[in-house]
T-cell receptor, first 113, second 110 residues
Framework: DTEVTQTPKHLVMGMTNKKSLKCEQH?????MYWYKQKAKKPPELMFV???????INESVPSRFSPECPNSSLLNLHLHALQPEDSALYLC????????????FGSGTRLTVV | LAKTTQPISMDSYEGQEVNITCSHN???????ITWYQQFPSQGPRFIIQ???TKVTNEVASLFIPADRKSSTLSLPRVSLSDTAVYYC???????????FGAGTTVTVRA
């Protein structure tokens, strides 16, 4: 298995809703990442997990809450989002923090209404 | 991380070779140059990585001159399916965060 799987592919949520994005990989990678990408813009790093521990938080608002239950799974919990949070959310993984060959998932297209 | 500069867009035709040059004047001694490809509504895909001289794989070639202040990604005989955004990144051995620049939108026409 050489893929990063993200679910759901599309999500529409209201500003008062709570939802979660899921990311899974079975490549034995020990570093996992969340990126946010707005239309026609490059991906922006949000969080980095290394060996299931949060390594980097790029000053992301607390309405985004990451979780790494095990080495294969990464979640992003969403609560009280704003319409401007609508974007493509990408998950990626790499062997460790110090390797560059990231594998990205296809993303979750999030729309906040 | 090395700051990279690349053209915003390039047009080409099927069967032609596309060369995208990336400038990275402040690249550090330990930095590698890595290229990613991204199709609409998909995650970026690793294409190629190099440190100096020439690297070739089944998808592309990467040319890095001796001074390492620039690099050129070469896509041989492009097809319509090569239409995508191509990102050039400088990645350091002690800084693993991928920071994407604006990228180059390559449009291949029939």
């Amino acid at each position: 298995d050489t893929e990063v799987t993200q679910t759901p592919k599309h999500l529409v949520m209201g500003m008062t809703n709570k939802k979660s994005l899921k990311c899974e990989q079975h490549m034995g990678h020990r570093a996992m990442y969340w990126y946010k990408q707005k239309a026609k813009k490059p991906p922006e790093l949000m969080f980095v997990y290394s060996y299931e521990k949060l390594s980097i938080n790029e000053s992301v608002p607390s309405r985004f809450s990451p979780e790494c239950p095990n080495s294969s799974l990464l979640n992003l919990h969403l609560h009280a989002l704003q319409p401007e949070d609508s974007a493509l959310y990408l998950c990626a993984s790499s062997q460790t923090e110090l390797t560059y060959g990231y594998t990205f998932g296809s993303g979750t297209r999030l729309t906040v209404v | 991380l090395a700051k990279t500069t690349q053209p915003i867009s390039m047009d080409s035709y099927e069967g032609q070779e596309v060369n995208i040059t990336c400038s990275h004047n402040n690249i550090a001694t330990n930095d590698y140059i890595t290229w990613y490809q991204q199709f609409p509504s998909q995650g970026p895909r690793f294409i190629i990585q190099g440190y100096k001289t020439k690297v070739t794989n089944e998808v592309a070639s990467l040319f890095i001159p001796a001074d390492r202040k620039s690099s050129t990604l070469s896509l041989p005989r492009v097809s319509l399916s090569d239409t995508a955004v191509y990102y050039c990144l400088g990645t350091g051995s002690n800084d693993y965060k991928l920071s994407f620049g604006a990228g180059t939108t390559v449009t291949v026409r029939a």
